[in-house]
């Protein structure tokens, strides 16, 4: 309300009073959501952190319960064949052996119970049948300080008892992230007992390959074979 000297008198309330009050609660609401939304990313961001480097950090350690089931071969009751490994060893790709940027993975660590297939220093997993077997295999490369290209791949192939190629399969990537997980599943048919898995590595730039059972490991399972019903050869004829 205002007087004809145009004096607007003090009354409490009004919309022009509580302007400053309202602007300084507004700051105060979104200065305390930044900081909570700062602390949000940045919990975050050290729990990513702890992942990649692989050490205690904001989630703690995390253990395979794999490890703990190797003697539990009660539980493959009604499996055919199962076995499981994990790379035993962080791979760098600039200490070669074979031609550049070549390095043999080592998954010769096992991970829960065998049963048809057991792991093996040298030759990963071994079969120990016959069969169809599914074949899964991941790793995991990670870049160093060194450039050169983004290109990097693993090379999975069954070989038997004498050394002759069963099955070569080949899983790519293009990216050149600083981690890259590569891998893949595929069936092979096992013709004897005594095939093994090998692993190569190659990368366009000098990588760690990292192990443990998180980052490379292998599984192998076999299809169960045996007919449970073949049918009949002959049928009788309909009677009325």
């Known amino acids: ?57 904001a989630l703690g350690e995390i253990s395979d319960g794999q490890l703990a089931l190797a003697d539990r071969y009660d539980l493959l009751d009604g499996v055919r064949g199962y076995c499981a490994a994990y790379q035993s060893l962080n791979i760098n790709s600039e200490w070669n052996v074979l031609s550049s940027n070549d390095r043999y993975l080592p998954y010769e660590s096992a991970l829960g119970p065998t049963k048809g297939a057991h792991v093996e220093t040298g030759r990963n ?72 898995i090998r692993v190569r590595a190659w990368s366009g730039k000098w990588r760690w390959w990292d192990g443990g059972a998180r980052n490379a490991w292998m599984a192998v399972v076999k299809q169960d074979n045996r007919l449970t019903n073949k049918g009949q050869d002959t049928v009788p004829d309909e009677t009325q």
């Not at 105060?28 to 930044?34: A, D, G």
């Open 1 to 57: 309300m205002t007087s004809p000297d145009l004096y607007q008198p003090n009354q409490p309330g009004r919309l022009e009073d509580i302007k400053p009050t309202i602007s300084g609660l507004a700051n105060i609401m979104l200065s305390n959501v930044s900081t909570i939304a700062q602390n949000i990313f940045r919990g975050i961001a050290d729990a990513v952190a702890g992942l990649f480097k692989g050490q205690d950090g």
């Open 125 to 196: 997993i071994v079969f120990d049948e016959e069969g169809l077997w599914l074949v899964f295999v991941q790793a995991h490369a990670r870049s160093t300080g060194y450039t050169g290209g983004n290109l990097s791949a693993i090379y999975v192939t069954i070989l038997g008892p004498t050394g002759n190629v069963i099955r070569d399969v080949v899983f790519d990537t293009p990216g050149g992230a600083d981690h890259t997980f590569l891998g893949g599943t595929f069936p092979v048919v096992i013709p004897e007992a005594g095939c093994w």
